[in-house]
């Protein structure tokens, strides 16, 4: 099955109608989902969808228009449309949209799967969610939940300048959830990660995860959090584990370098950055051991592709280069107003929605240390993972996250569990008190970061391990 005709016709219609430049995009995506409570399946739900969506541009402005009619007629129809929609915008007047160069390209790309995982029947999935489930509850969860949820999406693209790409990505994950319930006070204990842990991978990924396995231990610490102490209150050292990492870089590095919020264009929504681009490649942002990388090529993790949605290469280059900001997020027209010469990170969540500026890998280089010698070297602290909320201005700069569990760290040791560990801070000032790194990296997975207007819900991935950061403050003031 090929979808490059279609995809065609849209960007010579686009073209006849005016545009200097087109690109087109057919998606068929299916999807499968399935959640369970309490030893029951309680929700399953299936979609498939498939479409065109087509670019214009004309003069200053892009204009854009997706349709569910795969046939020639429509496909050029949309194109057309595209093209009027770009040249009513252009009477607008400013300077021409530019954008950076391109190496048109023919490639197909696919994603490693080695257990297709709409091939495994529904009954052995159901299965592992009813047992991991029963297991939570006959450990004293209160209330115990599992997901799991599968993307198959196949992507053909063509370019006016010349790109014939096609593309099959599979993404799919899983996790389990177990609540105590105590005198006002409600307790969780998620694994592996708050939302479960999602990759580019087969259903592999999920049976490596062993929810059955691990759901008694997180019943009982749910249950032992309802009596731990709080989490005092000050400023100390703080050890974040890898899951809450994951999602530190995700908030207060990867929306702040993407270059469209930079520019402004993202302000009415997602708001902007703290970031100022007359100081790209000089700005400490954090310390020396701070590597970013922004990295689609990563095997298996979440935002991995062949290419992204302008046709561009998946490339690994450099965020985060000894603590200095040197890179951004960005498209071929926001590279072209910032002057960059690079592009790659544009995506869209469907044929419907126009693409934009999205995160792809964007994580820590693996540090010099482990976990363990992490907690030896720290004689005062409070040790925190797992993601139970959190909160950042729309700047990416001001943030306070909570965790699902804290523990003391006293002499080099872990010590009590602490009960809603919160810790709260500045990002570059946060960034630049890390002084120790772990080498122990997982690819944590982010399968709903919203983003757009209308609303778009893309998949990140954020490459984390074990950090140390000192005179951090931690708690909630009384």
């Known amino acids: 099955m090929s979808h ?62 997706a349709v569910p009619d795969l046939s020639g007629p429509s496909a050029r129809a949309a194109g057309e449309r595209a093209a009027r929609i770009a040249a009513a915008s252009a009477l607008v007047r400013g300077p021409a949209t530019e954008l950076t160069p391109a190496q048109p390209v023919t490639a197909s790309w696919a994603a490693d799967c080695v257990i297709d995982p709409l091939g495994v029947p529904l009954s052995d999935k159901g299965d592992l969610l009813v047992r991991a489930t029963a297991a939570a509850r006959a450990a004293g969860a209160d209330l115990a939940e599992a997901n799991y949820a599968i993307w198959d999406t196949r992507k053909w693209f063509a370019s006016s300048e010349g790109h014939r790409i096609d593309q099959h990505i599979r993404e799919c994950g899983a996790g389990v959830t177990a609540i105590a319930i105590g005198d006002g006070e409600v307790q969780r204990r998620s694994w592996p990660s708050h939302r479960g842990q999602f990759g580019t991978r087969g259903w592999e990924l999920v049976e490596e995860l062993d929810l059955v396995g691990n759901a008694p231990r997180m019943a009982e610490e749910a249950r032992a959090l309802l009596t731990a102490p709080l989490c005092p209150a000050g400023e100390t050292t703080l050890v974040l584990g890898g899951e809450q990492l994951a999602l530190q870089i995700h908030e207060s590095v990867g929306h702040a370098i993407e270059l469209d919020r930079i520019l402004g264009w993202e302000a009415a929504f997602a708001g902007t950055s703290w970031l100022d681009l007359s100081r790209l490649g000089s700005l400490r942002y954090g310390s020396e051991l701070m590597n970013i990388t922004i990295d689609p090529t990563f095997p298996g993790a979440l935002g991995s592709f062949g290419f992204d949605d302008e046709g561009t290469p998946a490339a690994r280059r450099h965020a ?126 982010t399968p709903n970061c919203g983003k757009g207007q209308p609303g778009q819900i893309g998949h990140t991935g954020h490459p984390a391990a074990p950090a140390r950061f000192t005179n951090v403050r931690v708690g909630v003031r009384a």
Request: glycine share 12%.
């Open 4 to 65: 490059f005709d279609e995809a065609g016709a849209a960007v010579q219609a686009a073209l006849d109608a005016g545009a200097r430049y087109a690109d087109a995009r057919v998606m068929v995506r299916r999807t499968e989902a399935m959640s369970a409570r309490d030893g029951d399946v309680e929700d399953l739900s299936f979609d498939e969808s498939a479409g065109l969506g087509v670019r214009a541009l004309v003069g200053s402005s892009w204009g854009f228009y």
């Open 320 to 445: 985060v280069r000894d603590g200095v900001w040197v890179g951004v997020l960005a498209g071929r027209d926001s590279a072209a107003v910032a002057g960059l010469d690079y592009a790659g990170s544009v995506r869209s969540d469907g044929w419907s929605r126009l693409p934009m500026v999205r995160m792809t890998n964007v994580g820590l280089e693996p540090g010099p240390h482990t976990l363990d010698e992490i907690i030896a070297a720290t004689g005062d602290g409070v040790f925190m993972d797992v993601n139970r909320s959190w909160s950042i201005d729309d700047r990416r700069l001001n943030f306070q996250f909570g965790c699902e569990i804290g523990y003391e760290i006293k002499n080099g040791r872990l010590g009590r569990m602490l009960r809603n560990p919160t810790y709260t801070g500045i990002g570059p000032r946060f960034w630049q008190s890390m002084d120790m790194l772990s080498s122990e990296t997982v690819a944590w997975g």
